[in-house]
């Protein structure tokens, strides 16, 4: 069983910058991408960014590409979201997830499988 814990969310200002870590506890093999999605009040639960475990490869969205990059970390079992520029709109609970890797549908949320319990971020003009 597959478990994951997000950490290092916080209050920050508007052109700041966060990374969040997520620690992927349990067998990760191959096959498998982590994924980075944000979900703020009353919407519903957006994809940043992915992670293909066995290359690194990344996936963003547009609106972030420029401004976040995933990592991760394969002797650690860690994934990473560094997020600069960070804006108020921004704001939200971060999650990181898990699911076996599909191109056509590493963008959405309810393809996953495993999550961990978010974390916040908040960013103040």
């Known amino acids: 069983q597959m478990r994951l814990a997000e950490s290092g969310g916080g209050l920050v200002q508007a052109g700041d910058s966060l990374r969040l870590s997520c620690k992927v506890s349990?067998?990760?093999?191959?096959?498998?991408?982590v994924g980075w999605f944000r979900q703020a009040p009353g919407k519903e639960r957006e994809f940043l960014a992915a992670?293909?475990?066995?290359?690194?490869?990344?996936y963003y969205r547009d609106s972030v590409k420029d401004r976040f990059t995933a990592s991760r970390d394969s002797a650690e079992n860690m994934v990473y979201l560094q997020m600069n520029g960070l804006k108020p709109e921004d704001t939200g609970v971060y999650y990181c997830?898990?699911?076996?890797?599909?191109?056509?549908?590493?963008?959405?949320?309810?393809?996953?499988?495993?999550w961990g319990q978010g974390t916040q971020v908040t960013v103040s003009s």
């Open positions: 997830g898990a699911k076996i890797f599909d191109s056509r549908t590493v963008y959405y949320w309810k393809s996953y499988g495993f």
């Open positions: 992670i293909k475990w066995s290359d690194g490869n990344t």
């Open positions: 349990g067998q990760i093999f191959s096959r498998h991408a």
